[in-house]
C-alpha cells in the first residue's frame, strides 16, 4: 500500500494538460491506480489552485477540479495543530521554506505518506519525506 500526496503543481499540470508534465502525471496515476495506493492532498491545494479559477470565473476549471479529486478518490485533509507545528518545525530546519510548502511536507509527513510528488526542486532539501519531483519521472 502506498500513500501519495500531491503537492499542487502536479494537479495544475494534469488539469491544465501542460506538456509533458501533464503525461508524466497521467502515466504515474495510471501506474498506481490500484486498490493498494492511495491520494492525498490538502485543502491548501483549494487555496493555490482554484485562485485563477475564480478570477477568471472559470466554472469549468473548478467544476474540472472537483471531479478530479472525485474520480481518483482523494482523501482531502484539513491542517490541524499537530500538521501546523511540523510546518512550523520545518520551517525553523529549512530556511526559504515557504508556509504553504511546509503545511503540505507537514500533511505529508504527518499522515505518512510514501511519496511526496512534487514539481519544486527546492522541496528535495526536506529529508522528512520521500520527495518526487515530476522533472524525475
Not at 502536479?10 to 498506481?32: G, R, V
Amino acid at each position: 500500500m502506498s500513500k501519495i500526496y500531491f503537492d499542487t503543481t502536479p494537479i495544475i499540470y494534469f488539469l491544465d494538460d501542460e506538456k509533458p508534465f501533464s503525461d508524466k502525471i497521467a502515466t504515474f496515476i495510471y501506474n498506481h491506480q490500484n486498490e493498494d495506493d492511495f491520494y492525498l492532498t490538502s485543502t491548501i491545494t483549494d487555496a493555490e489552485y482554484l485562485v485563477f479559477p475564480y478570477r477568471t470565473g472559470s466554472e469549468e476549471k473548478i467544476r474540472a477540479y472537483e471531479a478530479f479529486l472525485k474520480d481518483f478518490y482523494f482523501q482531502i485533509i484539513e491542517p490541524n495543530r499537530a500538521i501546523t507545528k511540523i510546518a512550523a518545525k520545518l520551517r525553523a530546519k529549512y530556511k526559504g521554506l515557504k508556509g504553504m510548502d511546509a503545511i503540505h511536507i507537514a500533511t505529508s509527513t504527518y499522515y505518512g505518506c510514501d511519496i511526496f510528488l512534487t514539481n519544486d526542486a527546492q522541496l528535495k532539501q526536506v529529508i522528512e519525506t520521500n520527495v518526487l519531483l515530476v522533472d524525475d519521472m
